[in-house]
């Protein structure tokens, strides 16, 4: 008899601990903003606290060279994902919305109206909201280890966890796939490694035949062409990850297929990195907001008066559109996007999970639960730091602040059962205006740290996980004593080889299998 598992989705106790105060806040919202206005330029340039949930503050200095490192790596992705025929704004600009960033660039209109209205929102209570299903944790499977190629469950290799590229692929040249099988230790190959004994490919790094290779492959392709012949640990597939942790649901047990060497068992952390591998390499339509700043960091133009960044292409996502975007997508829709948390050391792509927001009054730094009793006429406010940047339609202006949980990543463990509780979160917590015309309609905003969210995007929420090899798959693989389908090995085979990507099909019915127990 086959029964189900279900986990129910265990929000509520992140919301207790963000409603308790238990998340650790940046500080009073009245001591900040003090500090802001004695020293705007410092103020404004101070790292956003980052903390888990249970209050510990995530911290980590950087060297130039890392911080340089990071900033090209965001750079390649979003090359990827924004529109190179985006127009960015002038210097010259007001912060109201322009193209690039504009909230229905992100929320596609057949998803849903987009209320503009503060009041409205507010009536709609708004001020808190969270997915219906938490996205998953997975590694960003950093291609210095090899990428998918990484023996995640040899604890051998796990001592190596701070050595270089070329020990890890030296010690699967030293330990090879076929010689683990052969001891019985199959458990302790790679997810490359068991895609590759499925599909029946070549299970070796070597060549071009499989999985496995590629992703040794792309390693060996950095060293040859780093400077000092290494492999930067900040390259991975984060991306891949964000995206699959909420368009793909979680693998939750173990899988045993028949393979050429016999019984093979992918646990979740397996089937999970070949989700997250397919989403990197997955050629797949998406909405974004938010643009590429291609200014260093020591190099950047800021407002004397207000420490505001004005090079505007590296102002990225309005906290207006950032605001709809939360409450709209959050809030009404219960469904997730990306968010890049700030542009500080942590991996930027994060699936956000819950938000709650409160209004603060910006001249007498005050809290209210409503914008209608925080709001200020944009004449009465006289200690306003941004005035050369406001709209020039701004009526009101209302300050919020927005306490957020996110997911990161964690180490992939070979489990037998995965759980929500397993996830590894984040929390943050921004300061920001809004800009509001006559009737209420938010125009525009300005934050109150140069470190901020800015850039979102999604995929196609209705999007399928099949690419194009999956088109020339035939037939059915449902069993689990049956061995693969020609057809599917055939498509598989040339996928990875061709685009370094995992079969569609091949992950659906694991994760399908997943779910289910014997």
Request: hydrophobic letters at 35%; a neutral charge; proline letters at 4%.
């Amino acid at each position: 008899m086959k029964t189900k598992i279900f986990f129910s989705v265990a929000l509520l106790g992140i919301f207790s601990l963000m409603s308790a105060d238990r998340v650790t806040a940046i500080e009073e919202v009245s001591t900040y903003l003090n500090r802001f206005h004695e020293n705007p330029s410092a103020v404004m340039d101070e790292v956003v606290p980052k903390f888990d949930l249970y209050g510990n503050a995530i911290h980590r200095d950087l060297s130039k060279h890392e911080q340089e490192i990071i900033a090209k790596s965001r750079d390649h992705f979003r090359k990827k994902i924004v529109d190179k025929k985006m127009l960015f704004r002038s210097s010259e600009e007001k912060s109201s919305y322009v193209s690039g960033d504009r909230v229905q660039e992100l929320i596609p209109a057949s998803l849903m109206r987009i209320e503009r209205n503060i009041h409205a929102l507010d009536a709609k209570r708004l001020t808190s909201g969270k997915v219906a299903t938490q996205p998953w944790s997975d590694d960003y499977w950093p291609v210095y280890k090899g990428g998918l190629g990484f023996r995640y469950a040899d604890k051998k290799l796990g001592e190596m966890e701070h050595t270089k590229w070329n020990n890890f692929f030296n010690y699967v040249k030293t330990y090879p796939a076929a010689t683990l099988i052969e001891q019985g230790n199959s458990s302790l190959l790679s997810p490359s490694e068991k895609y590759d004994l499925l599909i029946g490919a070549n299970i070796s790094p070597y060549g071009n035949q499989g999985l496995t290779a590629k992703m040794w492959k792309e390693g060996d392709n950095y060293a040859r062409t780093s400077e000092n012949g290494e492999v930067e640990t900040w390259f991975g597939i984060c991306h891949g990850w964000a995206a699959a942790s909420y368009m793909l649901p979680r693998a939750i047990g173990p899988v045993i297929v028949q393979t050429a060497a016999g019984a093979l068992t992918f646990y979740p952390a397996d089937i999970k990195a070949l989700a997250s591998l397919f989403w990197a390499n997955f050629q797949f339509k998406q909405s974004s907001v938010g643009g590429r700043c291609n200014v260093k960091p020591e190099k950047l133009n800021k407002d004397r008066s207000s420490g505001r960044i004005t090079d505007q292409e590296c102002f990225d996502t309005n906290p207006g559109t950032w605001h709809l975007a939360v409450t709209h997508l959050l809030g009404m829709a219960k469904k997730t996007f990306i968010i890049d948390a700030n542009f500080d050391y942590e991996v930027w792509n994060q699936p956000l999970l819950t938000y709650r927001y409160n209004y603060f009054n910006p001249q007498t730094f005050k809290e209210y639960v409503k914008a209608e009793n925080a709001m200020i006429k944009i004449k009465n406010y006289k200690k306003d730091k941004f005035k050369n940047f406001r709209s020039d339609d701004t009526s009101h202006v209302v300050g919020v602040r927005m306490k957020i949980a996110y997911m990161v990543e964690n180490t992939p463990v070979q489990r037998v059962v995965d759980h929500q509780r397993y996830d590894a979160i984040n929390t943050a917590e921004y300061l920001y205006d809004l800009e509001l015309d006559q009737r209420g309609n938010i125009i525009g905003g300005e934050w109150y740290h140069n470190t901020h969210p800015d850039f979102l995007w999604t995929p196609d929420y209705n999007l399928e996980s099949l690419s194009a090899y999956d088109r020339s798959v035939e037939g059915e693989w449902n069993s689990n004593n049956a061995a693969l389908p020609d057809s599917w090995a055939k498509a598989a085979k040339a996928s990875a080889i061709n685009a370094s990507l995992p079969l569609g099909k091949i992950i659906s019915e694991l994760l399908r299998r997943s779910t289910v127990v014997e």
